[in-house]
């Protein structure tokens, strides 16, 4: 599915449409847009009210006819016309002039590995309607590997792990391509979901969406965090519904996070009893690479140490990763690896 670095040398804009954040690479440009992938609807009239940051601000806060709706769900565009109107206000005026000036433009997008035929063509329509005439699709595992430096072109194996919003996906990548891979529907919304579901049960506490942020830094660590080993978190009483504050054990928020992780353990240990032995033993010296938004989990990184006993390392900007390595590939400065047959 992933174009090649020829037909990516002449795209002048690269997209990535994740389910939490949008972000888009011009080429010449940079990373110019970096937002989440949410958008505020008047209900009564269609109009676009908002969209990024602003938008997502207002989840939970809206009056009934302000709709806050996510055009992205599970890496898969969903809503193809709120996606375009979407990505439209987010370029902006001056850089949808810019595009609309290329004679011929051409777009490439990052697509979750695997990603089904109706998931690809939703994306290659989502761009088509911003006006490329063509659209080149790019594995996100293959993208996020280059942006963060990975040496995908040496014969030595080194592992991936994309830690999104929707999805978890991981790789053995060696020769620039993917040795095995396996895509895990489990991602940072299923982590923020396992801890308001623990409030929910064993605190009778609603947590609004952005108390899950103290939370996770309370996680990190071992043993009693900074703070003690209780967090302090508000949120509304399930019963009376009024406004309650509790002190959460960390430790049980951490052993209430523990299904969705497994979940992320196995499909490691998948792809390494699926992986040819020697590049099993690359992989023990050089380790789990991990990306992507939720690679920021406190204490993630450690958990999937001791589970997996290889050393684990955080790319220096995970989050931008997968969309910086497109950008890479859109300005040429990824040399094509030549696999030659040699003369005889
Ligand atoms: N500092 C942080 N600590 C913990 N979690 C974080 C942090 N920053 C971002 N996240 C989480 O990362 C996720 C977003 O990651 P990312 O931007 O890679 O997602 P995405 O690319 O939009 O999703 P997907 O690739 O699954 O479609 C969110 O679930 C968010 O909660
Ligand atoms: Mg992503």
Do not use: W
């Amino acid at each position: 599915m992933t174009a090649s670095l020829e037909q990516l040398r002449r795209c002048h804009f690269g997209v990535d449409l994740g389910a939490a954040r949008t972000r888009v690479y011009i080429r010449g440009a940079g990373l110019v847009v970096d937002q989440p992938s949410v958008a505020a609807v008047n209900t009564r009239t269609g109009a676009l009210i908002a969209v990024g940051e602003f938008a997502e601000k207002m989840t939970g806060r809206t009056p009934g006819y302000i709709r806050v709706v996510r055009p992205v769900s599970g890496g898969t565009v969903v809503d193809i016309e709120m996606a375009q109107r979407m990505l439209r206000q987010l370029l902006g005026e001056k850089l949808r002039r810019a595009l609309r000036r290329k004679p011929r433009l051409r777009a490439a997008a990052c697509t979750p590995h695997e990603a089904d035929p109706l998931a690809q063509r939703a994306a290659i329509e989502t761009l088509v309607g911003l006006g490329a005439r063509r659209v080149e699709l790019v594995d996100t595992l293959i993208a996020a590997g280059v942006g963060c430096g990975l040496p995908v072109e040496q014969p030595e194996a080194t592992m991936i792990l994309v830690c999104g919003a929707a999805t978890t996906q991981v790789a053995v990548l060696s020769l620039g391509s993917i040795v095995t891979a396996a895509r895990i529907a489990v991602g940072g919304e299923a982590v923020d979901r396992a801890m308001v579901q623990h409030l929910r049960l064993h605190h009778e506490l609603m947590l609004p969406s952005q108390a899950v942020r103290p939370l996770q830094l309370a996680l990190s660590g071992n043993g009693p965090t900074a703070n003690g080993p209780t967090t302090e978190v508000h949120g509304r009483d399930v019963a009376t519904g009024l406004a309650r504050s509790v002190k959460v054990d960390t430790a049980a928020v951490r052993d209430a996070i523990q299904t969705p992780l497994t979940a992320v353990i196995d499909g490691i240990g998948k792809v390494l009893r699926d992986c040819p032995p020697d590049l099993v033993a690359d992989l023990a010296d050089r380790g789990i690479m991990m990306v992507g938004g939720s690679a920021l989990l406190p204490g993630l990184d450690q958990m999937l140490r001791q589970a997996t006993g290889m050393p684990v390392r955080i790319a220096e900007r995970p989050d931008v990763c997968a969309v910086l390595g497109l950008g890479a590939m859109l300005e040429g400065k990824i040399e094509p690896m030549v696999l030659d047959p040699l003369a005889a």
